[in-house]
């Protein structure tokens, strides 16, 4: 049995399976359904499944050759890509190391010279001696710290972000004046969903008032 003839008998079938289906209305109709049941079942276990095997093995097979011949391209380059972050990422190790320490040379030798124009400034005797220690002192404040470059096309950045562990703590810091109000901000979507839940206006929390706006 070909293809075409495989879908020709399915298809009658199922048309027949359909129609048994429809009309199962006492036990002599639901036997016939049964066995009905059971020719589906064989046709499709030793007549389409057999039929279909060798070129499903076949096709299987080719798969799995071309995923063998792929993996063969793919693993090395894979490798070579790790090879290369592990050293990218030792370089820039190494890199921060290097800045950060000069950026700590840089601000041990800025504080020296701010000490020494500073006193120069206290021990002026003339205006023009403190002008010109001013003008030292203002100098070298404004020398700039290291900071990564893009040698080899690689920039160091350091990126810095906070996160609150302690939001009574903060609040209280704000209360304080030991931190800025800006440190937090209201949630609208609580504070609007409290105002429904009170439904008055006014102060609904301390520092909060709800108000009331009808639209037409």
Known sequence: MNEIAIKTESQSLIVRAEKIASNIVDESTCKVAFQEQQKLKQFRTSTIKPFFEPMRKKAYDAYQEIQKKMKAFIDPIEKAERLLGIKIGSFEAKRRAEIEAE??????????KQKA???????????MQRQKAEVQLE?????????ASNKNGITVRTYWSATVTDMKKLIKAIYEGKAPLEAVQPNPTFLNAQSKAFKKEGEILPGVVAVKTIKS
């Open 103 to 112: 950026r700590r040379r840089k601000m041990q030798e800025m504080q020296k």
């Open 117 to 127: 124009a500073e006193e120069k400034i206290a021990q002026a005797k003339t205006p």
């Open 139 to 147: 100098n070298t404040l404004s020398e700039p710290l290291p900071v």
